[in-house]
């Protein structure tokens, strides 16, 4: 679920990390902790679940293309595949809502490769590494709602799989019969828990419009993992020739640190809105399996988004009950390339357009860069095409009458 195109920066810990945010959350440039709606899943802050008073499935996919720039080279790759299924029932409408949602945490998809001379040799070592594979994420949330203005929630994410890894080496003036390489796998299975909190009130410039403050937090989290290894034989065209297990699933763990995101909305029901937030998270506290550290300082994202519903009631046009959305966001990740920390800087757009009674069809568009190649000697540019079905039904709703 969700690979991503391959990265050089996706080589980091446990890979490229996804968010939770939907289609119509990217589309606003990924905002989504404060501003709640109806006719969404609203899968970034529970708290915000108390909207969804209607059965609510939401079915998303990825399509990315990325371009990565150097001195002397350029490399293109793209990919897509599924990206989230996302199920809110409403347990009391208006009162406790729960959801249950499938989506990739993590991703790695990476091939290095470099040289590395020889200690008192005029040889050197051409050095490949391969990574693939990533972290899923099975979550249940619930929201509850505890007055018109306040709203608390829970998610519990079961995380599970792993990343896979190959090194392999050869002499560079050697004629390449056999290639000796490593292989490793992570195997982790455990559960994170995340708090959320939610104000709001219809009460503000003479109850014409809203405003919404939550927040989310993530609590530092160790997971379980199996770690195996083997020594394995390559021939030229990279199939295994035979491999001996060097270590076979030893129990480690991994540890994540606490992060925390907060946001406002403030707009007009049904009509607009306008949202900014932002997130920290401090890797100083991060463990990998052999209990050491790559990352070298914070991460945090800023983002803001605006949505606009011409006319959601109109009969006569069909594009006024259309939803449009734009946004942008700005990234540092808790790593250094070249000594220097890598941004990310992304313009999002996106469209609902309505099917049906209450159900859409939902696009975001993301196009952006990360790194920079005069700080970090590798930039990479990317297009990201999001894709989202969205079904809003009445389910098990009692009949009165016959």
């Known amino acids: 679920m969700g690979q991503a195109a391959t990265s050089p920066f996706a080589s980091y810990g446990l890979g490229e990390q996804f968010g939770t945010g939907l289609t119509q959350n990217l589309g606003m440039g990924g905002t989504g902790i404060a501003n709640g709606n109806y006719w969404y899943v609203n899968n970034m802050n529970p708290a915000l679940l108390i909207y969804n008073r209607f ?3 939401q079915a998303g996919i990825i ?26 029932i409403p347990i009391k409408p208006g009162k406790w809502t ?37 972290v899923n994420q099975l979550t249940l949330s619930n929201g509850v709602s505890i007055n018109k203005k306040f709203s608390l929630g829970l998610k519990a994410a079961y995380l599970f799989s792993g990343p896979e890894a190959v090194y392999a080496n050869t002499l560079t003036t050697a004629s390449v019969l056999v290639i000796p390489a490593v292989y490793e796998r992570a195997s982790v299975s455990d559960f994170q828990f995340s708090p ?64 925390i995101a907060a946001g406002i909305s403030f707009g007009k029901a049904n009509k607009w809105t306008t949202a900014i937030e932002g997130s920290y998270s401090e890797y100083a506290s991060y463990r990998a399996l052999d209990g050491g550290n790559p990352y070298q300082g914070t991460s945090w994202r800023l983002a803001a988004g605006f949505e606009l519903t011409p006319d959601q009631q109109s009969l006569s046009s069909y594009l006024k009950r259309a939803t449009y959305r734009t946004g942008v966001s700005i990234e540092n990740y808790p790593y250094l390339v070249n000594g220097n920390p890598v941004k ?55 009949r009165r009458f016959d």
């Open 98 to 134: 729960t959801s249950v949602a499938l989506m990739p945490y993590t991703r790695l998809n990476y091939r290095l490769k470099y040289t590395v001379p020889v200690p008192g040799s005029s040889n050197s070592v051409a050095v490949a590494e391969t990574g693939t594979g990533g």
């Open 344 to 398: 990310d800087f992304g313009i999002t757009f996106g469209l609902s357009l309505p099917v049906s009674r209450l159900s859409s069809i939902d696009v975001a568009v993301k196009v952006g860069k990360k790194g920079d190649k005069a700080l970090n000697t590798i930039e990479e540019n990317y297009l990201k095409l999001y894709f989202g079905i969205t079904f809003i039904d009445q389910w098990f709703i009692k």
């Open 196 to 259: 959320a909190f939610l104000f709001h009130t219809d009460s503000v410039f003479g109850k014409k419009y809203n405003f919404n403050f939550g927040v989310v937090y993530d609590f530092k989290t160790n997971l379980s993992a199996r770690f195996y290894q083997r020594l394995q034989r390559l021939n030229s065209a990279g199939r295994q020739i035979d491999s001996v297990t060097t270590i076979n699933n030893k129990p480690t763990s991994i540890s994540i640190p606490q992060s």
């Open 55 to 57: 059965t609510a499935f």
């Open 63 to 88: 399509g990315e293309q990325r371009t990565q720039i150097s001195e002397s080279l350029t490399e293109k790759s793209g990919s897509g595949n599924l990206n989230s299924l996302v199920l809110a």
